[in-house]
């Protein structure tokens, strides 16, 4: 691809746009807590000396004339950085409001007319923290990339880093004639459909080739196996349905140590842990509107980083899809533990992704135009794909601090659409694996009930694997506890909760 279209659009990124409406914004952000009040004007002054290392920051989309090829970035001609920060004052300071206000300003639409991200401070917290909302539009970062802007904006010690004097300065774009815009638009429009016709058939063939070269004709008949639970419509649940909006957000966090201590008892993977916990969650849900889940399976869709260096600095979506179809009434959670993590080592090992990824490819040899004309209308038909879409993310294992302030919580939000009323993310921090539910108001009205099963299906985990929850009432007393424990009873590991004010219970309170 030429300089000249640097700055165009993947289809992966602009299918965020084609497919967004009132009621659905396709964002991903994150709600931060900081220890300690957090002030405006440092927060504006931080980040416009930072956009020099984030210029996509400062650029907004300009789609071509009748959506004839894809949308391209272009700098935004009036640019103001106090468009894209602000604060909010909360009222009673609880989590309660952090969690309310939090949905409320998740919820709408961004402006396309400017850069596609924003940050929210809201004040007030009880404790005297600060609670941040940092919303970026899909279109602009998926999960991955989204980690490399707090990258730039954080610091791994509470002294802040260096940064540039001031923000690039653009100068205004000159006005372009239309029908030259036109004719160009149409000229790349058609050599995209030719790439993507020939992108298509050589990545069949490498697949192909690749498949059987590396495992035989073995994967086929894995994936045989498992075939008609991936290819059936998936049965609804009473939250899949089409999304209205405005949003929700509900969270819970639980300490890394116990997920690791649950992976050491029971096998399988991070991950496999994750989706045991989440699955047993959404079985209770289910149950407590009275839904059998006899013979039931959950289909969740789990995103896989396709970046090959996992590198975060790369912007846009790189990102393919795995399926993961786990049955829904398996109580025993050891048992559960096994079925998910047998499951997701044999569509590993049939190289789903690789086949999804491929789809894509095919959807991106539409033309621009059709895309965009029938994505607003896709994202309200009947979805029969999932149940819920389950991502995970890994952040930094070590406290990090904006300002010198130290960051206490990270809960990620990701976007919901279609007929999936509720889809989670988890981004792991500082010791805890932070978890993020976001539901539609129409689809879950009583979302905090998904958090509180959450809440109890991790207790039930760890007491079937043996794994002692303990919790102590100051963090000084965690290290001593730990040596004494440590010596106690070697069979049954025990996880220390720390109820002090800077690490708060896992069990969260739930939204009122």
Same mark, same amino acid.
């Given at each position: 691809?030429? $300089? ?6 993947? =289809? ?21 807590? +900081? ?26 989309? %300009? ?32 989590? !309660? ?41 899909h ?6 990339a ?5 990258n730039?904006?954080?610091? %791994? ?5 260096? !940064? ?17 815009v ?8 058609? $050599? ?56 929700k957000?509900?969270?819970?966090? +639980? ?27 959404? *079985?209770?849900?289910a ?42 009434d398996?109580?025993?959670?050891r ?48 979805? $029969? ?10 952040g ?9 302030h130290?960051?206490? $919580? =990270? ?42 099963? !959450?809440?109890?299906?991790f ?11 303990? *919790? ?9 506890? *730990? !040596? ?19 690490s ?9």
């Amino acid at each position: 691809m030429g $300089s000249k279209n640097c700055n165009r659009f993947s =289809w992966g990124d602009a299918a965020f746009l084609y497919l967004e409406r009132e009621g659905t914004p396709l964002n991903v952000a994150s709600v931060f807590v +900081f220890e300690g009040k957090l002030a405006l004007q440092d927060c504006i002054d931080l980040v416009e000396k930072k956009l020099p290392l984030l210029p996509r920051y400062q650029q907004r989309v %300009s789609a071509p004339p009748y959506n004839l090829g894809l949308p391209t970035w272009e700098y935004s001609p009036h640019f103001d950085i106090h468009d894209h920060i602000r604060e909010v004052k909360l009222k009673s300071g609880t989590e !309660a409001e952090l969690k309310r206000v939090a949905g409320a300003v998740l919820s709408p639409v961004m402006d396309r007319r400017r850069p596609l991200w924003d940050l929210t401070l809201l004040q007030g917290l009880k404790g005297g923290n600060t609670g941040l909302v940092a919303r970026i539009h899909h279109c602009l970062a998926d999960g991955i990339a989204g980690i490399g802007l707090m990258n730039v904006l954080l610091d %791994s010690t509470p002294v802040p880093s260096a !940064a540039r004097d001031r923000s690039r300065r653009v100068s205004k774009q000159p006005q372009r004639d239309s029908g030259a815009v036109l004719l160009e638009s149409l000229a790349e429009s058609y $050599s995209e459909f030719l790439n993507k016709l020939l992108t298509t058939q050589a990545e069949v063939l490498k697949l192909a080739q690749d498949v059987i070269s590396r495992n035989g004709t073995q994967p086929f008949g894995d994936l045989a196996a498992i075939l008609p639970e991936m290819t059936a419509p998936a049965e609804r649940l009473p939250f899949n349905k089409v999304c209205r909006g405005p949003q929700k957000f509900a969270w819970t966090r +639980f300490p890394m140590a116990g997920m690791k201590a649950i992976r050491e008892r029971c096998g399988g993977k991070f991950n496999d842990v994750v989706l045991t916990i989440v699955t047993s969650a959404f *079985r209770k849900y289910a149950e407590a509107q009275k839904v059998k889940t006899a013979n039931r399976l959950l289909r969740l869709v789990v995103p896989v980083n396709a970046r090959g260096d996992g590198d975060t600095r790369e912007l846009g979506n790189r990102i393919s899809f795995i399926p993961v179809p786990v049955p829904l009434d398996i109580r025993d959670p050891r048992k559960l533990l096994a079925n998910v993590s047998g499951r997701t080592q044999l569509i590993k090992s049939t190289r789903i992704a690789e086949f999804v990824g491929l789809m894509a490819t095919v959807l991106g040899a539409i033309p621009a135009s059709i895309q965009a004309l029938i994505g607003p209308i896709a994202s309200q038909l009947p979805l $029969s794909v999932c149940n819920s879409i389950c991502t995970n993310v890994p952040g930094p294992q070590e406290p990090v601090f904006l300002l010198g302030h130290k960051m206490l $919580s =990270w809960y990620p939000y990701v976007p919901i659409g279609g007929e999936m009323g509720i889809n989670c993310a988890i981004i792991t921090y500082n010791g805890y694996a932070h978890i993020g539910f976001t539901g539609d108001v129409y689809a879950a009205p009583d979302l905090e009930r998904i958090e509180h099963f !959450a809440n109890e299906s991790f207790a039930e985990l760890c007491a079937a694997a043996g794994v002692t929850m303990e *919790r102590t009432p100051r963090r000084k007393h965690a290290t001593r506890q *730990r !040596a004494k424990t440590a010596t106690k009873d070697l069979s049954r590991p025990k996880v220390l909760i720390s109820e002090s004010e800077e690490s708060q219970p896992i069990a969260l309170a739930a939204i009122a």
